[in-house]
Protein backbone atom coordinates (compact mmCIF):
# COMPACT_ATOMS: atom_id res chain seq x y z
CA UNK A 1 0.00 0.00 0.00
CA UNK A 2 0.89 3.38 -0.40
CA UNK A 3 0.54 7.18 1.16
CA UNK A 4 -1.98 8.70 -0.19
CA UNK A 5 -3.56 11.12 2.06
CA UNK A 6 -3.58 12.17 6.06
CA UNK A 7 -6.21 13.20 7.97
CA UNK A 8 -5.73 15.17 10.80
CA UNK A 9 -8.08 15.80 13.86
CA UNK A 10 -7.97 19.14 14.88
CA UNK A 11 -8.66 19.65 18.40
CA UNK A 12 -5.92 17.86 20.74
CA UNK A 13 -3.46 17.78 17.73
CA UNK A 14 -2.93 20.28 15.61
CA UNK A 15 -5.18 23.23 17.86
CA UNK A 16 -3.78 23.13 21.73
CA UNK A 17 -7.50 24.21 22.49
CA UNK A 18 -8.71 21.11 24.92
CA UNK A 19 -8.28 23.61 27.50
CA UNK A 20 -10.03 26.46 26.35
CA UNK A 21 -12.86 24.60 25.23
CA UNK A 22 -12.48 22.79 28.88
CA UNK A 23 -13.09 26.34 30.17
CA UNK A 24 -15.80 27.62 27.85
CA UNK A 25 -18.01 24.49 29.06
CA UNK A 26 -16.82 25.66 32.82
CA UNK A 27 -18.28 28.71 32.27
CA UNK A 28 -21.24 27.95 30.66
CA UNK A 29 -22.54 25.08 32.86
CA UNK A 30 -21.93 27.39 35.93
CA UNK A 31 -24.96 29.22 34.99
CA UNK A 32 -26.96 25.61 35.51
CA UNK A 33 -24.94 24.95 38.58
CA UNK A 34 -23.54 22.53 36.73
CA UNK A 35 -19.56 21.76 37.64
CA UNK A 36 -17.32 19.66 35.00
CA UNK A 37 -13.90 18.61 36.90
CA UNK A 38 -10.83 18.46 34.28
CA UNK A 39 -11.10 14.97 35.43
CA UNK A 40 -14.73 13.92 33.91
CA UNK A 41 -14.01 15.72 30.60
CA UNK A 42 -11.28 14.21 29.83
CA UNK A 43 -12.12 11.06 30.74
CA UNK A 44 -15.96 11.16 29.72
CA UNK A 45 -16.90 13.54 27.24
CA UNK A 46 -13.77 14.48 25.31
CA UNK A 47 -14.59 12.91 22.20
CA UNK A 48 -18.19 14.41 21.81
CA UNK A 49 -18.86 17.33 19.60
CA UNK A 50 -20.39 20.09 21.68
CA UNK A 51 -24.23 19.50 21.15
CA UNK A 52 -23.16 15.50 22.37
CA UNK A 53 -21.55 16.82 25.16
CA UNK A 54 -24.39 19.37 26.58
CA UNK A 55 -26.60 16.16 26.24
CA UNK A 56 -24.42 13.81 27.53
CA UNK A 57 -23.72 16.08 30.95
CA UNK A 58 -27.74 16.85 30.82
CA UNK A 59 -28.30 13.08 30.89
CA UNK A 60 -25.65 12.48 33.75
CA UNK A 61 -27.15 15.45 35.98
CA UNK A 62 -30.35 14.68 35.05
CA UNK A 63 -31.10 17.93 33.52
CA UNK A 64 -34.18 18.60 31.99
CA UNK A 65 -32.91 20.18 28.79
CA UNK A 66 -34.78 20.82 25.44
CA UNK A 67 -33.61 20.64 22.21
CA UNK A 68 -34.04 24.39 22.45
CA UNK A 69 -32.26 24.70 25.39
CA UNK A 70 -29.08 22.56 24.30
CA UNK A 71 -29.04 24.94 21.08
CA UNK A 72 -28.74 27.56 23.24
CA UNK A 73 -25.81 26.14 25.43
CA UNK A 74 -23.84 25.32 21.97
CA UNK A 75 -24.58 28.98 20.96
CA UNK A 76 -23.25 30.55 24.09
CA UNK A 77 -20.09 27.71 24.88
CA UNK A 78 -19.33 28.82 21.21
CA UNK A 79 -19.20 32.33 22.21
CA UNK A 80 -17.01 31.74 25.16
CA UNK A 81 -14.81 29.84 22.90
CA UNK A 82 -14.45 32.80 20.76
CA UNK A 83 -14.07 35.05 23.30
CA UNK A 84 -10.96 32.69 25.02
CA UNK A 85 -9.06 32.24 21.68
CA UNK A 86 -8.71 35.55 21.34
CA UNK A 87 -6.89 36.33 24.54
CA UNK A 88 -4.35 33.47 23.47
CA UNK A 89 -1.21 33.89 21.69
CA UNK A 90 -0.43 30.36 20.26
CA UNK A 91 -3.13 28.22 19.70
CA UNK A 92 -0.95 25.42 18.00
CA UNK A 93 1.18 22.47 19.54
CA UNK A 94 4.40 23.45 18.66
CA UNK A 95 5.32 21.70 14.94
CA UNK A 96 1.99 21.69 13.79
CA UNK A 97 2.10 24.16 11.27
CA UNK A 98 5.36 22.61 10.02
CA UNK A 99 3.53 19.17 9.71
CA UNK A 100 1.07 20.77 7.77
CA UNK A 101 3.12 22.33 5.70
CA UNK A 102 5.95 19.20 5.49
CA UNK A 103 2.85 17.02 4.50
CA UNK A 104 0.83 18.83 2.47
CA UNK A 105 3.81 19.16 0.30
CA UNK A 106 3.56 15.70 -0.55
CA UNK A 107 0.02 14.29 -0.20
CA UNK A 108 -3.42 16.16 0.33
CA UNK A 109 -4.32 16.59 4.05
CA UNK A 110 -7.49 17.10 5.30
CA UNK A 111 -9.32 17.86 8.82
CA UNK A 112 -11.95 15.37 10.57
CA UNK A 113 -13.07 16.97 13.40
CA UNK A 114 -15.48 17.22 16.13
CA UNK A 115 -14.98 21.00 16.01
CA UNK A 116 -16.94 23.74 14.85
CA UNK A 117 -16.07 24.30 11.48
CA UNK A 118 -16.34 28.28 12.25
CA UNK A 119 -13.79 27.31 15.15
CA UNK A 120 -11.55 25.25 12.91
CA UNK A 121 -11.61 27.40 10.17
CA UNK A 122 -10.73 30.61 12.94
CA UNK A 123 -7.48 28.93 14.22
CA UNK A 124 -6.29 27.99 10.42
CA UNK A 125 -6.71 31.52 9.09
CA UNK A 126 -4.87 33.18 11.46
CA UNK A 127 -2.30 30.97 11.31
CA UNK A 128 -2.56 31.31 7.64
CA UNK A 129 -2.71 26.92 7.05
CA UNK A 130 -6.33 26.99 5.63
CA UNK A 131 -5.14 26.50 1.86
CA UNK A 132 -3.10 23.62 2.78
CA UNK A 133 -5.90 21.58 3.33
CA UNK A 134 -8.40 20.10 0.83
CA UNK A 135 -11.25 19.45 2.53
CA UNK A 136 -12.34 19.86 6.38
CA UNK A 137 -14.84 17.95 7.90
CA UNK A 138 -16.39 19.36 11.18
CA UNK A 139 -19.12 18.79 13.75
CA UNK A 140 -21.99 20.21 11.21
CA UNK A 141 -20.70 17.55 8.99
CA UNK A 142 -20.63 14.42 10.50
CA UNK A 143 -22.00 12.37 14.24
CA UNK A 144 -19.32 12.77 17.20
CA UNK A 145 -16.30 10.21 16.59
CA UNK A 146 -16.32 6.82 17.57
CA UNK A 147 -18.61 7.03 14.76
CA UNK A 148 -16.49 6.88 11.25
CA UNK A 149 -18.28 9.26 9.77
CA UNK A 150 -16.12 12.18 9.89
CA UNK A 151 -12.99 10.48 8.47
CA UNK A 152 -15.12 8.07 5.67
CA UNK A 153 -16.53 11.82 4.30
CA UNK A 154 -12.50 13.13 4.68
CA UNK A 155 -11.57 10.93 2.41
CA UNK A 156 -14.68 11.16 -0.09
CA UNK A 157 -13.93 14.79 -0.59
CA UNK A 158 -10.05 14.10 -1.27
CA UNK A 159 -11.05 11.42 -3.70
CA UNK A 160 -13.57 13.80 -5.26
CA UNK A 161 -10.85 16.79 -5.23
CA UNK A 162 -8.29 14.36 -6.72
CA UNK A 163 -11.43 13.03 -9.27
CA UNK A 164 -9.36 9.55 -9.20
CA UNK A 165 -10.31 6.47 -6.80
CA UNK A 166 -8.94 6.91 -2.81
CA UNK A 167 -9.06 3.84 -0.74
CA UNK A 168 -9.11 3.95 3.33
CA UNK A 169 -6.08 1.70 3.94
CA UNK A 170 -4.03 4.47 1.95
CA UNK A 171 -4.90 7.08 4.36
CA UNK A 172 -3.08 7.68 7.47
CA UNK A 173 -4.95 9.81 10.72
CA UNK A 174 -3.46 11.49 13.09
CA UNK A 175 -5.35 11.43 16.50
CA UNK A 176 -4.96 12.09 19.92
CA UNK A 177 -7.66 10.16 21.80
CA UNK A 178 -8.96 6.86 22.27
CA UNK A 179 -12.60 8.10 20.55
CA UNK A 180 -10.77 9.20 17.47
CA UNK A 181 -8.21 6.22 17.08
CA UNK A 182 -11.75 3.71 17.04
CA UNK A 183 -13.19 6.38 14.43
CA UNK A 184 -10.49 6.62 12.34
CA UNK A 185 -10.20 2.24 12.32
CA UNK A 186 -13.26 1.86 11.81
CA UNK A 187 -13.29 4.09 8.93
CA UNK A 188 -10.30 1.48 7.34
CA UNK A 189 -7.72 4.05 7.97
CA UNK A 190 -4.08 3.26 9.67
CA UNK A 191 -3.66 5.59 12.46
CA UNK A 192 -0.83 7.07 14.28
CA UNK A 193 -1.63 8.69 18.03
CA UNK A 194 0.40 11.63 19.43
CA UNK A 195 0.46 12.19 23.16
CA UNK A 196 -0.66 15.36 23.37
CA UNK A 197 -3.76 14.49 25.46
CA UNK A 198 -3.67 10.87 26.25
CA UNK A 199 -0.56 9.07 27.46
CA UNK A 200 1.00 6.66 25.14
CA UNK A 201 -0.50 3.44 27.24
CA UNK A 202 -4.09 4.84 26.42
CA UNK A 203 -3.32 4.77 22.37
CA UNK A 204 -1.99 1.23 22.32
CA UNK A 205 -4.36 0.99 19.44
CA UNK A 206 -2.52 2.73 17.16
CA UNK A 207 0.21 1.44 14.51
CA UNK A 208 2.54 4.45 15.61
CA UNK A 209 2.66 6.34 18.50
CA UNK A 210 4.83 9.95 18.62
CA UNK A 211 4.98 12.43 21.32
CA UNK A 212 4.22 15.52 18.99
CA UNK A 213 3.95 16.68 15.79
CA UNK A 214 7.64 17.48 15.11
CA UNK A 215 8.25 13.78 14.83
CA UNK A 216 5.70 13.27 12.65
CA UNK A 217 8.02 12.78 9.52
CA UNK A 218 7.04 11.55 5.80
CA UNK A 219 9.38 8.98 5.99
CA UNK A 220 7.43 7.70 9.38
CA UNK A 221 4.32 7.84 7.45
CA UNK A 222 5.57 6.54 4.18
CA UNK A 223 7.02 3.25 6.38
CA UNK A 224 4.05 2.91 7.98
CA UNK A 225 1.99 2.72 4.96
CA UNK A 226 4.27 0.28 3.53
CA UNK A 227 3.78 -2.31 6.63
Not at 50 to 60: E, P
Not at 102 to 128: C, F, M, N, Y
Not at 216 to 223: P, S, V
Given at each position: ???????????????????????????????????????DYYAQYLGYD???????????HRARWTDADI???????????????????????????????????????????????????????????????????????????????????????????????????????????????????????????????????????ADLIVPSLER????????????
Open positions: MSLRAVVFDFDGVIADSEPLHLRAFQDVLSGSGVVLTADDDGVFRAIGAADALVARKASRMEALSRDVSILLFPGAADAVRRIAAVVPVAIASGALKAEIRRTLDREQLTSFFTAIVSAEDAPSKPAPDAYLQAVSRIEAAGHRPLDPRDCIAVEDSVWGLQAARAAGLRVVGVTHTYKASELSSLTIRALTALSAR
